[in-house]
């Protein structure tokens, strides 16, 4: 890594932990090499900066929409990460070529499939994108949640520290049994990688996904020595 990189890693790293009281939860699960496609949550504009920060040294690409280039700030941080820039509600094929690219370079890709922010941190419903970068290249799918972050703006007047939750889940790939991936079939599969998601949230930021007995796992494969994450569910629904 370049001194530059480092040190733009050092200073937001500062910011934020002067911002933040980091708590990692089960992060081992990440792998270390070999690319992957993460799945987190989408609250607000600090999203990406922690995820980006707490993951190093890990290289990873987040995907964000073309919107974040046209502010300085943003701008200079997704072009520092080597951020991919998306066009929200269309087939954006550019973008899909660059993703494929970053992943053939053993990369982390990082996608928010609500494709907006929540900023109460509440689950909105994921869009199936995702998937068909997932079914193509056959990638593994790790949901990432993250918890807390929608009290920094607050806190922050308040001049208080807000804690901020990263727990990682077990990876899958997708398995379509060979049926063609029509419309509906896509949301269905989408709504299941959200459901694996949610189950590592506490319950009362699982919003759209907050019952888990509609949950599914058909067209989920979880790789070997994995197991489905909604065993996650009851524990942080007690702790919430």
Known sequence: MSFKYKLTQFTVKTVLDIATRVHMHAVAEIPWNGPLIVTINHVNSLDAPMLLTYLQPRPITPLGKEELWQSTLSRILMNHW????????????????????????????????????SENGQLQQGKPGVLLLAMRSGVPILPLAHYGGAKIFDNLRRLRRTDFHIVSG???????????????LRQLVADEIMYQLAALLPEKYRGYYAD????????????????SNLVYADELAQGS
């Not at 066009?87 to 690219?101: P, V, Y």
């Not at 888990?212 to 197991?227: C, I, N, R």
């Open 170 to 184: 077990h990876s899958f790939t997708l398995d379509m049994h060979g049926r063609k991936a029509d419309r509906e």
């Open 82 to 117: 080597g951020g991919i820039p998306i066009r929200r509600g269309e087939a954006d094929m550019a973008a899909l070529k660059a993703s494929r690219e970053a992943l053939k370079r053993d990369r982390i890709l990082a996608i928010a499939p609500e494709g907006t922010r």
């Open 212 to 227: 888990m007995s509609k949950a599914t796992e058909q067209y989920l494969s979880f790789v070997p020595g994995g197991h």
